[in-house]
C-alpha cells in the first residue's frame, strides 16, 4: 500500500472488527481488517462461504457498523456518521449489485433506474434513466416489471441502476451468483465495461477466483481474518 | 425530497393495486368503510325519519309550555332563527249545546297548527288530513263529545260568552294523543276567538304551549338559548319527554345500531390490522432496497405513510358511495314499511366513510409503518436481520382508534368504552387461551393421519400468527354469532314486549253491581271479561305524620301530586305484570293496613319503604305503612296504579271499576256502552297501532342493518384469511417439493383450517352467549337464558366458514407448481 493510493483512497478500512453475541459468547465474524480503495480501482474480495464476505460488504458500505475500527468513505469516517448520515452518503457516492438483483417489484425497469436519480434530486431522471438501460440493451424492456424478466436482464436493470449515477464507488455481492455461466459471464464483462466508463472503483465479493483476477487487487478472506492476496 | 416520498406513495399505490398486492388490505379497507356508511347513513336517515315521526305526536319539535302566555322575547327569538313558531292553550270548560253542558277540554290554535303531523278532520264534505285549523268563529269536537251530546255538524256551540258553529269532527289531532288517560272530550277553537269567549280570566288554568319547529340546529341553539332563562312553571317539552313508549322504543333502536356499528368496526379493525401486516411484511425487502440506495428512515416512512393515506382517502370516499348504494337499496327494499319519504343523509354521515378510513389506519398501519423506519439496510444482504421489537404502540393506538370510532359511532362515550372493555377482555381471554392451545399442540406428540399432525405443527409453529388468526377468526365468528343468534332472541323479546293481544280499549266507571252485565256482554261474543280494577280517587295528606305541602317540592310533579288526588286501587294477590323491586308483597287475604307505591312516584315524592303515609279518600282518613315498591310496565296498556292497598282492609270501601280489554270485533265497544249506559269506553286502539307500527319499523330496520353487517363480516373474515395465504403457500410448495401428494398437502391444509376454525369458533361460541345475556341484561333490560347450543354451533361455523373462505386457497395451491412459490421466496 503506497502513500499515494491511501491518500487518493475512496474508501479505506482501518483495523475493522465485527464481533456478534451468541449464547452469551462472543465471536468475531471478521478479525482487524484492512484494506484500501483507490479511485477507480477494482478490488475483489475472495473466500469460501460464512467466510464473512457479506459481513465486510455491509461494514465498507456502510450498511452495518463495525464493532471497533474505522472506515472512511469518500474521506468521510462511518463512525461520525448515524444511519442516514450514510444513507445520504450512499446517495451520493454509492452503487449496489446484488447477489438476488433487488429491484423493487411494483417498479418498472425504467422506474427502478429512475430511483437514485430522483433521489439525487435530477430533473433529467427519466431520460438518463432510459438512455442507461439502452446501453445495457434493455431500450425495448422500459416498461416490463421484474417479474417479466430473465435473470440476466434483471440483472442488466440492477447495472443501469447501480451505474446511472456514475457513483464513485460500486459494490457487487456476487453478481452472478444467480445466474447461469453464459449470462453470467455477460454480465460480468457489461460490469466491467461499465466501470471502466465511468471510473468508478469496485469492491467486488465473490468466491470465483477467475472473476476475482480480473481486478486489479484481491483480498482474501479466511475464517474473518482479510489479507492481500495474489492477483 | 419530500415532494419524491409524496409521488413514490402516489406511484406505489397506483402499481400495487394494479398489481393485486393491496387488494386484500383495499377489500378490507372498503368493506370497512361502505359497512360502516351504510350503517352511519341509514342510521342517520332512520334517526331523523324517526325524530320527525316523534316531532308529530308532538306537533312540534319543542313545545315551550307555560302558565302565562309565551313571552314576547321568545317569539321574536325563534323568528329571528328563522323558527315557525304556533301558539296554542288549553283549559278544561264547560260546553255547552242542546241544553246540555259538558265539561270538556278546549284547545285554542293559531293558524299554521300543526307544524308537524297532521290532523284528521271529518267535515260534511267528508275526511280531510293536513295542517288545518279551525276558522274563526268554528270549533271542532272529537267523538266523545259528538256521541256524549248528541251533536251533529253545523251544531251550534257556546263556548263561555260566545257561540261557535261545529264545523268538524277531530279525528286525530298529533299532539292529542299525548295522554293515553285522556278521557274528557276535546274542543279546538281558533286562538284569536279565545279573548271573545271571556273564558281567560285571572286564575285560569290555562296551560300555554308556544310550539316550535325548524332546522334541526336552530332548534337546538333556541333550546339552548331558552332553557336557562324558564321561570319555575314553565317547561320544554321535547319528544323525548312526550312518549315514554315512543321514546323507550327510540332508545332500544338506537342501542341496536350502537352494537351493529361497534361490530362492524371490529371485524373492519381485525382485517385491516391482518392486512397491513401481511402487505409490510411483504415489503420488507424494498424498504432495505430503498435504505440501501440511500433513502432516510423519515422518507422511507414517509413513502409508505403517503401511500396509506391515499388508500385510506380512496377506500373512504369509493366506500362512503359504496355504502350510500347500499343503504339506498336497503331504504328501497324497505320502502314498503319506511315509506318514501325518508330525509336524505345529513352531511356528518358522509364524513363517515372517508374519516373511518383514516382512522383505522392510523389506528392499525401506522405502528407497523414507524417500524418500517428501523428497517436495516443490511437486509438487503441477509434476509434474517432481526426486525426490531414489539412495541406496545400498536395495541394501544388501536384500542384508541377503535373506542373513538366507536364514540363517534353510536354517539354514546360510556356504552363504547362498556362493550370494547368487554371486547378487549374477550380478546385477552381468546389470547391467552389459544396460546394455551398452541403450546399444548407443540409439546404434546399426537398420533394419527399425516394431515391432523402436520396441521396442528403448522399452528404450532408461528405462535404468534396463530393466537392472533384465533383471535381476528374468534371476533369475526363472534359477532355473525350475535347476528344471527341472540339477534332473534333479542329482537323477538323487544316485539314481545307489546304482544298483539294487547289491550286496544279502557272501560272505566264500572259500577259494582254491573259486573255481572260486563261478563254477560264478554260472553255473548264468547270471551272471558277481563279483570275489573277497583279505583277511587284519594289524596295524600301526610308523610309520616307530617302534612304533605306543595312548597316542600320544587319538581312540578311533585307539586301536582300533592295538591291533586290520584287513583288508588286494591288488591289481594300482586299484578304478575310489576316487579317488586323493594319490599314484599302482602300475603293473601291480608288485613293489615298498608300500601304498595310504584317506584317512580316513590321517587318523585322522595318516599320510602317504611313509610307510613295517609291518605284522604271521600273524607276518611287511611293511614298506613309502605311495605313494598314496584316497577310497572307503562307501555303495556294495562291498567297500573301508583298506589295499592290489600282488599282485605280496603276492600268495603265505595269504588267504580277500570277494565281493559281488546275489542273482539268493531261494534263491540258500541254494545257495550248500550248495555251499561254510564260506563265511559275509551278506545285506544289507534295509539297501540301507532306504538307497534313504530317498534315494527324499527325491527325491520335494524334487522336489515344486521344483515349489512353480516354480509361485511364474511367478506371481512375472508379478508383475514387471505392475509395469512403466503405463508401456507410456501409451506404447501415446500411440502410439495418434498413429494407430498395433493391429497396430502390438502389434508394437511384442511387439518390446521379445522384446528383453527374449531378453537375459534368454541371461543366465539362462548363469548356470544355471555355477550347475548349482558347486553339483553344490562343494556335492554331483557330477561333471557344463556344459549349452550351457541357453543357447538360456533365450533361448526368457525369450521365451514374458515373451510369456505380457504377454498380459493385450496384451488390455488393444486394449480401453482410449487417451484413458481418457492422462486418467489
Not at chain 1, 19 to 28: E, F
Not at chain 1, 34 to 58: F, P
Amino acid at each position: 500500500m503506497t502513500s499515494s493510493s491511501v491518500n487518493s483512497a475512496i474508501l479505506r478500512a482501518q483495523a475493522v472488527t465485527r464481533q456478534v453475541s451468541y449464547h452469551g459468547q462472543q465471536l468475531a465474524i471478521l478479525h482487524d481488517a484492512s484494506l484500501a480503495v483507490a479511485a477507480g480501482e477494482s478490488v475483489a474480495i475472495v473466500g469460501a462461504s460464512g467466510s464473512g464476505k457479506s459481513t465486510l460488504l455491509a461494514i465498507l458500505a456502510g450498511l452495518d457498523a463495525a464493532s471497533s475500527g474505522e472506515v472512511w468513505l469518500a474521506g468521510q469516517p462511518l463512525s461520525a456518521l448515524d444511519e442516514d448520515g450514510r444513507a445520504l452518503l450512499r446517495r451520493e457516492q454509492v452503487g449496489f449489485v446484488f447477489q438476488n438483483f433487488q429491484l423493487m417489484p411494483q417498479f418498472t425497469a425504467l422506474e427502478n433506474v429512475m430511483l437514485p436519480l430522483e433521489l439525487a434530486g435530477r430533473a433529467d431522471a427519466r431520460n438518463a434513466a432510459a438512455a442507461m438501460l439502452q446501453r445495457v440493451g434493455l431500450g425495448h424492456r422500459l416498461d416490463h416489471y421484474p417479474r417479466h424478466l430473465s435473470g440476466g436482464e434483471q440483472q442488466r436493470v440492477a447495472l443501469a441502476r447501480a451505474f446511472v449515477l456514475r457513483p464513485a464507488l460500486l459494490f457487487a455481492d456476487e453478481p452472478t451468483g444467480n445466474l447461469d455461466p453464459a449470462t453470467g459471464q455477460q454480465i460480468i464483462e457489461l460490469l466491467f465495461e461499465l466501470n471502466a466508463e465511468a471510473g468508478t472503483a469496485l469492491v467486488l465479493v465473490t468466491h470465483d477466483t477467475t472473476l476475482a483476477a480480473r481486478c486489479a487487487a484481491v483480498y482474501r478472506l479466511t475464517a474473518g481474518v482479510l489479507a492481500r492476496g495474489e492477483a | 425530497m419530500r415532494r419524491l416520498s409524496w409521488l413514490m406513495g402516489w406511484r406505489l399505490l397506483r402499481r400495487e393495486l394494479k398489481s393485486g398486492e393491496l387488494t386484500v388490505l383495499a377489500l378490507a379497507l372498503l368493506v370497512a368503510v361502505a359497512a360502516m356508511s351504510s350503517v352511519a347513513f341509514f342510521a342517520d336517515r332512520i334517526d331523523s325519519a324517526l325524530t320527525r315521526q316523534a316531532s308529530q305526536l308532538l306537533a312540534a319539535d319543542l313545545v315551550v309550555n307555560s302558565r302565562a302566555p309565551a313571552e314576547a322575547a321568545w317569539q321574536q327569538r325563534a323568528q329571528a332563527q328563522g323558527l315557525r313558531q304556533v301558539p296554542t292553550a288549553t283549559f278544561p270548560s264547560m260546553v255547552f249545546a242542546r241544553e246540555q253542558a259538558v265539561l270538556a277540554n278546549l284547545k285554542a290554535v293559531a293558524s299554521g297548527y300543526p307544524l308537524r303531523g297532521e290532523v284528521q278532520i271529518r267535515t260534511r264534505q267528508g275526511v280531510k288530513q293536513g295542517t288545518y285549523s279551525p276558522a274563526p268563529g268554528e270549533v271542532w269536537a272529537d267523538a266523545r263529545l259528538l256521541q256524549k251530546m248528541g251533536l251533529q255538524l253545523g251544531d251550534s256551540v257556546r263556548l263561555g260568552s260566545r257561540n261557535f258553529v261545529l264545523a268538524a269532527e277531530v279525528l286525530r289531532e298529533p299532539d292529542g294523543a299525548v295522554d293515553v288517560f285522556n278521557f274528557i272530550p276535546r274542543v279546538l277553537l281558533n286562538h284569536a276567538d279565545l279573548a271573545a269567549t271571556g273564558l281567560v280570566q285571572d286564575g285560569s288554568r290555562i296551560r300555554y304551549r308556544l310550539l316550535v319547529a325548524g332546522d334541526a340546529a336552530q332548534v337546538k341553539s333556541y333550546r339552548d338559548w331558552l332553557a336557562p332563562q324558564l321561570k319555575p312553571g314553565t317547561r320544554l317539552e321535547d319528544i323525548e319527554e312526550a312518549r315514554p313508549e315512543v321514546r323507550s322504543a327510540l332508545e332500544r333502536a338506537r342501542r341496536f345500531l350502537g352494537l351493529t356499528a361497534i361490530l362492524s368496526v371490529t371485524l373492519s379493525a381485525a382485517a385491516v390490522a391482518l392486512a397491513v401486516r401481511r402487505y409490510l411484511s411483504r415489503h420488507w425487502q424494498s424498504v432495505a432496497v430503498l435504505r440501501a440506495l440511500g433513502q432516510t428512515a423519515p422518507e422511507v416512512a414517509t413513502v409508505w405513510g403517503s401511500l396509506f393515506l391515499w388508500l385510506g382517502l380512496l377506500a373512504g370516499v369509493l366506500g362512503a358511495l359504496a355504502g350510500y348504494g347500499v343503504q339506498a337499496l336497503l331504504v328501497y327494499l324497505a320502502r314498503q314499511w319506511l315509506g318514501d319519504g325518508l330525509p336524505p343523509p345529513g352531511w356528518l354521515a358522509w364524513l363517515t366513510g372517508p374519516l373511518s378510513a383514516l382512522i383505522l389506519l392510523a389506528g392499525f398501519a401506522l405502528p407497523p409503518l414507524l417500524a418500517l423506519r428501523r428497517v436495516p439496510a443490511m437486509a438487503v444482504l441477509r434476509a434474517d436481520v432481526p426486525a426490531g421489537s414489539r412495541s406496545l404502540l400498536a395495541p394501544l393506538l388501536a384500542l384508541v382508534a377503535l373506542l373513538g370510532l366507536t364514540a363517534w359511532q353510536i354517539g354514546d362515550g360510556p356504552l363504547a368504552l362498556w362493550l370494547l372493555s368487554g371486547l378487549g377482555g374477550f380478546l385477552a381471554a381468546v389470547g391467552l387461551l389459544a396460546w394455551g392451545i398452541v403450546l399444548l399442540l407443540h409439546r404434546v406428540p399426537l398420533s394419527g393421519a399425516v394431515g391432523w399432525r402436520h396441521g396442528a405443527a403448522n399452528l404450532a409453529r408461528r405462535p404468534w400468527l396463530a393466537v392472533i388468526q384465533i383471535a381476528a377468526l374468534s371476533v369475526s365468528l363472534l359477532a355473525l354469532l350475535t347476528l344471527t343468534v341472540v339477534r332473534d332472541d333479542l329482537i323477538g323479546a323487544w316485539q314481545r314486549s307489546l304482544p298483539p293481544d294487547a289491550p286496544d280499549s279502557f272501560l272505566i266507571n264500572l259500577q259494582p253491581p254491573q259486573r255481572a252485565e260486563l261478563t254477560q256482554t264478554f260472553a255473548k261474543v264468547g270471551r272471558s271479561a277481563p279483570e275489573a280494577l277497583p279505583m277511587t280517587r284519594a289524596r295524600l295528606t301526610e308523610i309520616n305524620g307530617k302534612p304533605v305541602k306543595a312548597a316542600d317540592y320544587t319538581d312540578e310533579r311533585a307539586q301536582r301530586l300533592v295538591t291533586h288526588e290520584f287513583n288508588l286501587s286494591w288488591r289481594d294477590a300482586a299484578n304478575p305484570r310489576n316487579q317488586i323491586v323493594a319490599g314484599q308483597w302482602w300475603q293473601p287475604g291480608s288485613r293489615t293496613p298498608q300500601f304498595s307505591l310504584e317506584e317512580g312516584l316513590a321517587n318523585t315524592l322522595r318516599l320510602k319503604q317504611g313509610d307510613t303515609l295517609t291518605f284522604d279518600i271521600a273524607g276518611t282518613r287511611w293511614q298506613a305503612p309502605v311495605t313494598s315498591l314496584r316497577k310497572v310496565a307503562w307501555d303495556s296498556f294495562q291498567p297500573n296504579f301508583f298506589v295499592i292497598a290489600p282488599s282485605g282492609w280496603m276492600g268495603g270501601q265505595a269504588a267504580s271499576y277500570i277494565a281493559s280489554y281488546r275489542a273482539p270485533d268493531a261494534g263491540f265497544n258500541n254494545r257495550l256502552v248500550a248495555a251499561l249506559p254510564n260506563v265511559t269506553v275509551v278506545d285506544i286502539s289507534a295509539i297501540v297501532r301507532e306504538v307497534r307500527a313504530v317498534i315494527d319499523r324499527l325491527a325491520l330496520a335494524i334487522e336489515a342493518m344486521f344483515a349489512l353487517t353480516l354480509a361485511a363480516g364474511v367478506l371481512v373474515l375472508w379478508a383475514a384469511m387471505a392475509a395469512t395465504r403466503d405463508e401456507r403457500l410456501y409451506d404447501v410448495a415446500l411440502l410439495r417439493a418434498l413429494g407430498a401428494s395433493r391429497r396430502q398437502v390438502r389434508s394437511v391444509l384442511l387439518a390446521e383450517l379445522a384446528w383453527l376454525g374449531g378453537v375459534a369458533g368454541l371461543m366465539a361460541g362462548g363469548g356470544a352467549m355471555a355477550l347475548g345475556a349482558l347486553v339483553a341484561v344490562q343494556l335492554f333490560n331483557l330477561p333471557l337464558a344463556l344459549n349452550l347450543w351457541l357453543l357447538p354451533l360456533g365450533m361448526l361455523a368457525g369450521g365451514s366458514v374458515v373451510a369456505l373462505a380457504a377454498w380459493p386457497l385450496l384451488r390455488r395451491v393444486t394449480h401453482t407448481p410449487p417451484s413458481e412459490v418457492l422462486r418467489a421466496n
